[in-house]
């Protein structure tokens, strides 16, 4: 008796109808913010996601709540399948979140097989063994909710970490409440269950989804703010970064590094002779080729118009005149097609030592000193500053109204086989060929 007395003096503290009440409000409130976060940014498709599935939570809390009062097996299914239902759509905006698609399929077959579970024991009888299913099955999508986020924590690790523990937790409370009516051996009970487990999973679930919520928009707005500055760096055409980001992310160079600086030869012929459109397919492509050009710490950009760069780190000059011959290869036997008919493109580029990072602006006007070196020399080739010019690439007399190629010009040039290998480990060896006058 004494045993039972302090229980219930407990439960004074801890009424049970009041911690559903707050839980429901709770939810409630969650549902609204995220409803009115979506309408404030409706690109962002996981707010509305979570606003269904906080909806779903307090529509099951408000069932429950009339199925502690009044047992009736139909307002129980009813209130655990929205329960499930609820987080489902969570776990849902959780892949949605890492892979900006929705998990309809795998939504519904979670769904349905967590409700049939638990309503079939229901409907027949054994409401203790359909509580059992409930609390299982609330638990492993909660566990699943948990991975999820868990997979991807590289991106905001406190946050996702914190978020991720929230749902375990979550799930671990709903594993007691099952475990405890096991214990008791309840499989028919003809009410709704009320113990010790049942408080400590409201209690950890009126905290946990008070903190969901928050986190929630904490990483929805951690993307958002990234997705801007992502916007902010990268030039919208080419997809390479522009000139501003170049800048930044030269303030974390070595203290050796290249630059390369490509200037695209005739281009206005290019606009005037084929159309603009056909100006913006050229630099896209010459984009791909830098791109495929860089290997991982690299960065190449756009800066402006026809004009681009990339930047090597660790890279010493003769790498660099590697690298810079190669894009000029490839882009001068790119053909393009047009109304005006079929033509072909070449590009200059200077090359120029970067020895501190505060030298970066010095350091560009020498690599666009060695570019308009290679323009007055003909075009289509490179120079590396001060004055040293790499032979033209393959195509060197290949102009935009002309297809001519160029191989058999190729007979006073020869090739020097050069083998390099970085010293850190983060970049990859480059093999190539570096081609200068006989």
């Known amino acids: ?29 969650l549902a609204l913010t995220f409803f009115v976060s979506w309408l404030v940014s409706r690109a962002d498709k996981v707010l509305m996601t979570w606003a269904i599935g906080a909806c779903f939570l307090v529509f099951s809390i408000f069932g429950y709540e009339e199925f502690v009062r009044r047992f009736s097996p139909i307002a129980g299914a009813t209130s655990f399948a929205a329960l ?15 892979t900006g698609a929705l998990p309809f399929l795998k939504m519904v077959a979670a769904t ?17 063994v359909s509580y059992i299913a409930f609390n299982v099955a609330a638990a492993l999508i909660l566990f699943a909710t948990a991975h999820e986020y868990w997979r991807w924590r590289s991106e905001a690790a406190l946050l996702i970490s914190t978020l991720s523990f929230l749902y375990a937790a979550t799930g671990v ?28 999973n409201l209690i950890v679930c009126l905290t946990a989804i008070a903190g969901i919520g928050a986190l929630s928009l904490g990483l929805n707005q951690t993307r958002v703010a990234r997705r801007h500055q992502r916007d902010a760096e990268t030039d919208s055409l080419t997809g390479l970064f522009n000139r501003r980001a170049l800048f930044n992310r030269a303030k974390q160079l070595p203290a050796s590094a290249c630059i390369i600086v490509f200037d695209i030869d005739y281009f206005k012929q290019v606009n005037d ?29 756009r800066l402006g118009g026809e004009e681009f760069a990339i930047l090597l780190p660790f890279a010493p000059e003769r790498i660099a005149a590697i690298v810079a011959e190669s894009v000029l290869r490839r882009f001068a036997e790119q053909a393009f097609v047009s109304r005006a008919g079929r033509f072909h ?21 020498r690599a666009d000193t060695a570019l ?27 102009s935009v109204e002309s297809e001519t190629t160029a191989a058999s010009k190729r007979a006073d040039l020869y090739s020097v086989a050069v083998e390099h ?6 970049r990859l060896p480059r093999r190539g060929r570096l081609m200068r006058r006989a």
């Open 273 to 301: 002779l084929h159309g603009h459109e056909m100006g913006d397919a050229v630099l896209q492509k010459f984009a791909t080729i830098l791109k495929e050009s860089v290997c991982h710490g690299d960065s190449a950009a």
């Open 112 to 128: 349905l097989t967590g409700a049939v579970t638990m309503a079939v024991p229901m409907f027949l009888g054994y409401d203790g």
């Open 84 to 98: 499930e239902l609820g987080l489902v759509f969570f776990l849902g905006a959780a892949h949605q979140f890492r």
């Open 345 to 365: 493109c070449t590009v200059s580029a200077g090359i120029a030592h970067l020895m501190d990072y505060s030298e970066l602006p010095t350091v560009m006007r």
């Open 372 to 398: 308009y070196a290679a323009k007055k020399a003909g075009r289509n080739r490179a120079v590396l500053y001060p004055n040293r010019q790499i032979a033209p690439s393959s195509f060197a007399d290949i």
């Open 173 to 200: 409370s709903f594993l007691l409440c099952a475990a405890v009516i096991v214990a008791d051996r309840s499989w028919v009970m003809n009410h709704a269950p009320q113990d010790w487990a049942e408080n400590v």
């Open 421 to 426: 290998r970085i010293v850190p480990e983060r």
């Open 1 to 29: 008796m004494p045993r039972i007395s302090c229980y219930c003096a407990r439960m004074i503290l801890l009424d049970y109808n009041s911690l559903l009440m707050a839980l429901s409000f709770c939810s409630a409130g």
